[in-house]
């Protein structure tokens, strides 16, 4: 089976700007889970979703949002960007019934 | 909410020797204790996770064990080698939900 995929790869925006993240989960899976990793708050959940449906949000502000679609594969839109929203995002795939989440390679998004 | 405590945050340890990592989580409701190495520049790659029914679990030169009494797990990794340098993350997550809480990772140095 081919992994978790997620494109673009890197990602430059100005402040302000806004962005979009897509991830690809492997085939069979219909839960995608999104986290933003940084050096300094590490690996911090954002949400997940299963069957197009958000099950779980994390702490962040609306700016970030989400969204799933039949094909299980999901987007991530990041709003007015700010400089502290640079990080590497991860999206994680699962069966969605308590199984074992596999990463993909992730995002890096800088914002300038 | 759920809350990980991970240390030690760097460990060097000699080829051949072994290595732990301790992890302590606060919600009894976690069930699910994975683990992930994440090499310089690559995704995070589960390499071992527990189940809250199970004490102990070994893959090889890797070992898990839980103490749900306690609410601490840890990670042994036997006749280390060089390909085990990276950083180490613990996570848990509750029964029925997809969002893994981390730990703030070992950086694990294997010295030759």
């Known amino acids: 089976k081919a992994g978790v995929t997620q494109t673009p790869r890197y990602l430059i925006k100005t402040r302000g700007q806004q962005v979009t993240l897509s991830c690809s989960p492997i085939?069979?899976?219909?839960?995608v889970s999104w986290y933003q990793q940084t050096p300094g708050q590490g690996l911090q959940f954002l949400f997940e979703?299963?069957?197009?449906?958000?099950?779980n949000k994390g702490n962040f502000p609306g700016r970030f949002s989400g969204r799933q679609f039949s094909n299980s594969r999901s987007e991530m839109n990041v709003s007015t960007l700010e400089l502290g929203d640079s990080a590497l995002y991860l999206c994680?795939?699962?069966?969605?019934?308590?199984?074992?989440?596999?990463f993909g390679p992730g995002t890096r998004l800088t914002v300038t | 909410g759920e809350n990980v405590e991970q240390h030690p945050s760097t460990l060097s340890v000699q080829e051949g020797d072994s290595a732990v990592i301790k992890c302590t989580y606060s919600?009894?409701?976690?069930?699910?204790f994975p683990w992930y190495k994440q090499e310089l520049g690559k995704r995070p790659q589960l390499i071992i996770d527990i189940r809250s029914n199970v004490g102990e679990k070994k893959d090889q030169r890797i070992a898990v064990t839980l103490n749900k009494t306690a609410k601490h797990f840890s990670l042994h990794i036997t006749e280390t080698q060089p390909e085990d340098s990276a950083v180490y993350f613990c996570a848990a997550r509750a029964f029925g939900n997809e969002k893994l809480t981390f730990g703030t990772g070992t950086r694990l140095t294997i010295i030759p």
């Open positions: 085939s069979g899976h219909r839960s």
């Open positions: 919600d009894s409701a976690s069930n699910y």
């Open positions: 979703y299963f069957s197009e449906t958000q099950r």
């Open positions: 994680a795939s699962s069966a969605g019934q308590g199984g074992e989440q596999y």
